[in-house]
């Protein structure tokens, strides 16, 4: 508590003005997930109160708002709401500095949160901003000093931990690692750090790092000679892998680029504006803006000649790679759709509703919903004889390929399991119980727990007999 009110004592310097009601919060549908910048940002434009209704006499006030457009830290109109772990609503710039402080609990509970993740309330924004415009309440533009970053794998360590490092483990990002993405004997980490690492496999050191971005790099991926990464800034940085130079931007987003994915000559890019678009990875033109989708888009695969697009509209659309045209809006899932995998005859979709629907690549009809975990399903992948999905629910299960019939449950993880691989002999998993996984893919048991990431492992890469894993500590671990 002693945090908070420091922080409280900083807004109040900053702003005197305060609005007679608790501060209240929404717990929208849990429907959007990451955006996850942990460090501050430059000042964008915030909506804020007329200058009238600060003055001490309280004469001339502007209309008041409901209470829970306010930030429970600062007490003012939030610009940007974003949820934390326990449901309740903070403006970003404020949450994002309670982090950086050191703090790892709900300012409002004081629950220490599961997980860093911030996720955007466009229902609150939308409401704030309406209310705001016909309220006629200025917009109005605070500066924020900016904050140094922290670097969360030290937060609760000892110098003398930290002063002794893993050789496998791998450090050098300032925050959490969002994808990895191997290419010879390269390996590639994107950060909410804003940066792109670029590692040597064989001496795992790191060669490069790629500074471009103005906000977290979320995803990664390959095409011929080139690297492209999204981010958070909205845009595509397009890098040459024999250089490491940038060779161009892409832009036309108008908010996060969650997904990428290639095939055929085309680079997919999945938003939370809820579109894709689609760019030549030659020429690096942009072929068509597709639009359908009503949530941002989170993931993408690709089966049969045909590109899936997974929503937090609890649907997923089927493209044709070629034509651009949208074949098909699969639906039945009744919560968000965060998870896609494909085998070469069938897709697989992981929901919130704790789910998975199995589609056929080609009619595109609905074969199976597989049900058995109690909590939502976060990642899935394919091997050549099962199928595996990991949930919130702290479990993976083992789904066979042909017949769809669930064959094992893995237990062993203490929380909540965000990413899976699977290799030739061994499936890897990762979790917010800071461990890595190996199960033997005949006995489908458990025959290694790894440790040495400080906090959850949230994706992993299986390449040249090497798994690599990214942290929510900024680290890389090689196994």
Request: proline fraction near 4%; charge should be negative.
């Amino acid at each position: 508590m002693k945090a908070l009110k420091n922080l409280l004592n900083r807004s109040n310097s900053e702003s005197q003005h305060r609005v007679p009601d608790s501060p209240a919060y929404t717990t929208p549908p849990p429907i959007f997930e990451e955006k996850q910048d942990l460090q501050s940002e430059p000042a964008e434009p915030v909506l804020a109160v007329s200058d009238a209704r600060r003055t001490a006499d309280g004469s001339q006030r502007s209309p008041v708002a409901p209470s829970s457009f306010y930030c429970p830290i600062s007490m003012e109109l939030m610009n940007d709401p974003v949820m934390v772990a326990t449901g309740h609503t903070y403006d970003r710039v404020c949450i994002e500095r309670w982090l950086q402080q050191g703090n790892r609990t709900c300012p409002v509970t004081g629950m220490r949160l599961r997980h860093l993740e911030l996720t955007p309330n466009f229902a609150l924004r939308n409401a704030i901003q309406e209310w705001a415009t016909s309220n006629k309440v200025p917009m109005l533009h605070r500066e924020v000093k900016p904050h140094a970053a922290i670097n969360t794998t030290t937060l609760y360590k000892t110098e003398e931990e930290v002063s002794v490092a893993p050789t496998n483990i791998l450090q050098g990002h300032d925050e959490i690692v969002w994808s990895v993405e191997v290419e010879g004997n390269r390996l590639f980490s994107a950060s909410a750090d804003k940066t792109i690492r670029v590692w040597d496999i064989s001496s795992r050191r790191c060669e490069q790092v790629l500074e471009d971005h103005a906000r977290p790099v979320l995803s990664l991926a390959v095409a011929g000679n080139k690297l492209f990464s999204g981010s958070y800034d909205y845009t595509i940085k397009v890098w040459n892998l024999q250089t490491l130079q940038r060779i161009t931007t892409l832009t036309g987003h108008t908010d996060a680029v969650r997904a990428l994915a290639v095939t055929e000559g085309r680079l997919f890019s999945g938003s939370y504006d809820s579109t894709l678009k689609v760019w030549d990875s030659e020429t690096l033109q942009c072929l068509r803006t597709l639009s359908g989708h009503s949530g941002p888009v989170r993931t993408l695969v690709c089966s049969g000649g045909h590109m899936f697009s997974g929503s937090y509209d609890k649907t997923v659309r089927v493209w044709d790679v070629q034509s651009l045209e949208c074949l098909a809006t699969l639906q039945g899932h009744s919560g968000a759709v965060r998870a896609l995998a494909a085998s070469p005859t069938r897709v697989f979709s992981g929901s919130d509703d704790a789910t998975i629907k199995v589609w056929d690549s080609d009619n595109l009809q609905c074969l199976k919903t597989l049900e058995g975990h109690e909590d939502n399903v976060r990642v899935l992948a394919v091997g050549d004889k099962y199928v595996f999905s990991g949930s919130w629910d702290k479990t993976i299960r083992v789904w066979d390929i042909v017949t769809l019939e669930c064959v094992k449950v893995l237990e062993g993880h203490g929380e909540a399991v965000l990413a899976l691989a699977v290799g030739d002999t061994f499936l890897v998993s990762g979790s917010y119980d800071t461990t890595v996984r190996f199960w033997d893919l005949e006995t489908l048991r458990c025959v290694k727990k790894c440790e040495g990431h400080d906090d959850a492992v949230r994706v992993l890469a299986v390449a040249q007999g090497k798994v690599f894993s990214g942290s929510y500590d900024g680290t890389i671990g090689v196994w």
